[in-house]
T-cell receptor, first 111, second 114 residues
Framework: SQQGEEDPQALSIQEGENATMNCSYKTSINNLQWYRQNSGRGLVHLILIRSNEREKHSGRLRVTLDTSKKSSSLLITASRAADTASYFCATDGNQGGKLIFGQGTELSVKP | DSGVTQTPKHLITATGQRVTLRCSPR?????VYWYQQSLDQGLQFLIHYYNGEERAKGNILERFSAQQFPDLHSELNLSSLELGDSALYFC?????????????FGEGSRLTVL
């Protein structure tokens, strides 16, 4: 079973708008990560947030983590057409050696 | 370029056949992970090797097997192939083991079973 579940499954916005994707997970974690995948390509790591962190920034990305609700959100500000991709959250489920991915959010940014 | 190399990029074969997918991790990375991505199942963790030893196993079928060699490259063997095995197979690597940090993914091997 998937550890992480993303919401929404698909998101379509205009360039310049912000995009918010949410992830919920089931068990305790050491960290939560977000990855990006362009169509048919390999996944690329975006950001990692540890279980004792609440918010993290990287460029136009902002990630929050609420361990009490077992949820995380990824905000992409001032989106660009090049941000069009699928975004996945991944958790280690406090198991080590095993990173479990959610089903992903498909983001489409229209120019 | 992640530094992880997967071959072949594309593979078309028939049901009942056997294929081997190969992965070379980033220089210096000791951990190799295999994932299967399909439209209906999403990204499924298959297996994790660290420095030649199996460390974690996921939803890997008995028809599938993997190993990591002394030079740290890894192979995923898929046998008695079925139509449902058609998928993208990804290899990823990381420096260590234990608490899982950032993974570096290859571009994948797309397997089509006819």
């Amino acid at each position: 079973s998937q550890q992480g579940e993303e919401d929404p499954q698909a998101l379509s916005i205009q360039e310049g708008e912000n995009a918010t994707m949410n992830c919920s997970y089931k068990t305790s974690i050491n960290n939560l990560q977000w990855y990006r995948q362009n169509s048919g390509r390999g996944l690329v790591h975006l950001i990692l947030i540890r279980s004792n962190e609440r918010e993290k920034h990287s460029g136009r990305l902002r990630v929050t983590l609420d361990t009490s609700k077992k949820s995380s959100s990824l905000l992409i500000t001032a989106s660009r057409a090049a941000d069009t991709a699928s975004y996945f959250c991944a958790t280690d489920g406090n198991q080590g050696g095993k990173l479990i991915f959610g089903q992903g959010t498909e983001l489409s940014v229209k120019p | 370029d992640s530094g992880v190399t997967q071959t072949p990029k594309h593979l078309i074969t028939a049901t009942g056949q056997r294929v081997t997918l190969r992965c070379s991790p980033r220089s210096g990375d000791l951990s190799v992970y295999w994932y299967q991505q399909s439209l209906d199942q999403g990204l499924q963790f298959l297996i994790h090797y660290y420095n030649g030893e199996e460390r974690a196993k996921g939803n890997i079928l008995e028809r599938f097997s993997a190993q990591q060699f002394p030079d740290l490259h890894s192979e995923l063997n898929l046998s008695s192939l079925e139509l449902g095995d058609s998928a993208l197979y990804f290899c990823a690597s990381s420096p260590g083991t234990g608490n899982t940090g950032e993974l570096f993914f290859g571009e994948g091997s797309r397997l089509t079973v006819l």
